[in-house]
């Protein structure tokens, strides 16, 4: 079974400074992906960004990137020039890609804060 | 194009009632999963429904089952409430069950609250 683990549960930042959220995974299968959900205070679950396991380069989103080492099952999240709307929980989350279907195995989340 | 809805948005019942949540996905969206989120438990996976036929289960008791319409409708039903069930239930739509990277998004969740 696969499991994802998020080892901060909460983390700050200064308006306009940059954090990186951490993430390891564990897995036997080589294709899947991996994405960074976002849920503020409404609790509608946004994606942040996706990454997929046979892709070497890095996603980007804006502000959001991420930091893939797959031999090392780690998917870090990096959010530049922190904004005050990026207060929020962020789940790390995984899924199988090939006939498996749409079911994400979800993080324990990290609560970030973002300091005025 | 309308997201996500869940109705209804916030639920109370008593312990040994039955509830059924409902969920319509994105307009041609066929693919509907449903999780459970829990302070203790975080984010659990309770089944997939595609073409009104249930895909994948998550490990819960028989007391959560689920059914999908042929308009893509789907609804959860748990049975002989317990206070653990207590949680805020979220949906999630996607175009379909096997299509490589296909997006999933997600409604504003059904908050029950069992007493």
């Known amino acids: 079974a696969q499991t994802v683990t998020q080892s901060q549960p909460e983390m700050s930042v200064q308006e306009a400074e940059t954090v990186t959220l951490s993430c390891t995974y564990d897995t036997s299968e080589s294709d899947y992906y991996l994405f960074w959900y976002k849920q503020p205070p409404s609790r509608q679950m946004i994606l942040v960004i996706r990454q997929e396991a046979y892709k070497q380069q890095n996603a980007t989103e804006n502000r959001f990137s991420v930091n893939f080492q797959k031999a090392a099952k780690s998917f870090s999240l990096k959010i530049s020039d922190s904004q005050l709307g990026d207060a929020a929980m962020y789940f790390c989350a995984y899924r199988l890609k090939n006939n498996a279907g749409n079911m994400l195995t979800f993080g324990g989340g990290t609560r970030l804060m973002v300091k005025p | 194009k309308a997201g996500v809805t869940q109705t209804p948005r916030y639920l109370i019942k008593t312990r040994g009632q039955q509830v059924t949540l409902s969920c319509s996905p994105i307009s041609g969206h066929r693919s509907v999963s449903w999780y459970q989120q829990t302070p203790g438990q975080g984010l659990q996976f309770l089944f997939e429904?595609?073409?009104?036929?249930?895909?994948n289960k998550g490990n819960f008791p028989g007391r959560f089952s689920g059914r999908q319409f042929s308009n893509s409708r789907s609804e959860m039903n748990v049975s002989t409430l317990e206070l653990g069930d207590s949680a805020l239930y979220l949906c999630a739509s996607s175009l379909a069950f096997q299509i490589k990277g296909a997006e999933q998004y997600f409604g504003p969740g059904t908050r029950l609250t069992v007493t």
């Open positions: 429904y595609f073409s009104e036929t249930q895909r």
